[in-house]
């Protein structure tokens, strides 16, 4: 199959990449950032996904499917051009697919989407809204992305969308928001606070990407890994330091005292928590998690040892 991931300089992304080489496709990146060491059969292209080269990568390789990584989700990384990467880069990947021929979209997303709140249900399934993003605007772009995502389900029929909205990963590679957090050492809670976090190996990300290609499931998906655990369990098990804080005196000790900086909306999601429930896309897909959350935090632990 001829294939097309916009985001593939990223960790996760070439992880992707070089499963889908080793299963025989054929595999083509589009990514601002480079990848000097791309394995041999991986054609990469240092290009905006937004601009024309990028729209010749599709007019020339006609791929059959898509998978779109190419969405920047640090949440220190605020900017007008952060908003115009994540909305038009979406918009932008389904044009392109329209327009050339694509058979199927995977749109990856974040179980973010949903928001954490005081009044928000344990478990969220996907036919729910975004929530509490009047008190975390800096999720807005990545929570567009999503929507403008999943109105190709209706608008473009005729093409397979599927939209995956992903809990956090943790392993030894150290991608994603969870990860960041937690290499600080110190990692600040908000005293009276220990919310469930739920996250998933990155292997196990890249079998979900893997399987849903196989399946070609239409709709959107929450897709998770093993259960939950509170966020005190995951701060030892990886051996961080906690460093309880007053919520009155969190937004001030940020960034300061050695701790890792985070924008004050994102201090919901260290007071409630944001679970989902995936049991559509393991009954649509097949789809198992291998590795547990003991063996992940363990992994995370050994490639980023605390510093005390």
């Known amino acids: 199959m001829r294939i097309v991931i916009p985001g593939i300089a990223g960790r996760l992304g070439r992880m992707l990449a070089e499963r889908l080489l080793a299963a025989g496709h054929e595999v083509t990146g589009i990514d601002k950032r480079p990848?000097?060491?791309?394995?041999?059969?991986?054609?990469?292209?240092?290009?905006?996904?937004?601009?024309?080269?990028?729209?010749?990568?599709?007019?020339?390789?006609?791929?059959?499917?898509?998978?779109?990584?190419?969405?920047v989700t640090h949440l220190v990384h605020q900017s007008e051009d952060r908003y115009r990467i994540n909305l038009g880069g979406t918009r932008a990947v389904f044009d392109y697919s329209r327009q050339y021929g694509v058979e199927h979209v995977?749109?990856?997303?974040?179980?973010?989407?949903?928001?954490?709140?005081?009044?928000?249900?344990?478990?969220?399934?996907?036919?729910?809204?975004?929530?509490?993003?009047?008190?975390?605007?800096?999720?807005?772009?990545?929570?567009?992305?999503?929507?403008?995502?999943?109105?190709?389900?209706?608008?473009?029929?005729?093409?397979?969308?599927?939209?995956?909205?992903?809990?956090?990963?943790?392993?030894?590679?150290?991608?994603g928001t969870l990860a960041t957090f937690l290499k600080a050492g110190r990692v600040p809670t908000i005293l009276g606070f220990d919310p469930l976090f739920q996250f998933m190996h990155e292997v196990d990300v890249v079998s979900a990407l893997l399987v849903t290609l196989e399946k070609r499931v239409r709709g959107v998906f929450n897709v998770a890994g093993p259960q939950p655990v509170p966020f005190s369990v995951v701060c030892r098990e990886t051996g961080r330091q906690v460093v309880p804080i007053p919520e009155p005196l969190f937004a001030a000790a940020l960034g300061r005292f050695g701790l890792p900086?985070?924008?004050?909306?994102?201090?919901?999601?260290?007071?409630?928590?944001?679970?989902?429930?995936?049991?559509?896309?393991?009954?649509?897909?097949?789809?198992?998690h291998a590795i547990d959350e003991s063996r992940a935090m363990r992994e995370y632990k050994a490639a980023f040892p605390p510093v005390r």
């Not at 990568?57 to 499917?65: D, G, N």
């Not at 190709?152 to 809990?167: F, S």
């Not at 924008?263 to 097949?286: E, I, M, N, Q, S």
């Open 35 to 71: 990848w000097r060491d791309a394995p041999e059969g991986v054609e990469v292209h240092e290009v905006d996904i937004r601009k024309r080269a990028a729209e010749d990568v599709f007019r020339k390789k006609r791929p059959q499917a898509v998978i779109h990584m190419a969405t």
């Open 106 to 175: 995977v749109f990856v997303g974040r179980h973010t989407f949903y928001g954490a709140a005081a009044d928000s249900p344990l478990y969220h399934s996907e036919d729910e809204p975004p929530m509490a993003l009047q008190h975390f605007p800096e999720l807005a772009d990545l929570v567009a992305a999503d929507l403008y995502a999943g109105t190709a389900l209706w608008r473009y029929p005729e093409l397979v969308t599927t939209v995956l909205r992903m809990v956090y990963t943790l392993g030894p590679t150290g991608h």
């Open 261 to 288: 900086k985070l924008p004050r909306g994102a201090l919901g999601h260290l007071k409630y928590p944001v679970v989902v429930d995936d049991r559509a896309f393991r009954k649509a897909t097949g789809y198992e």
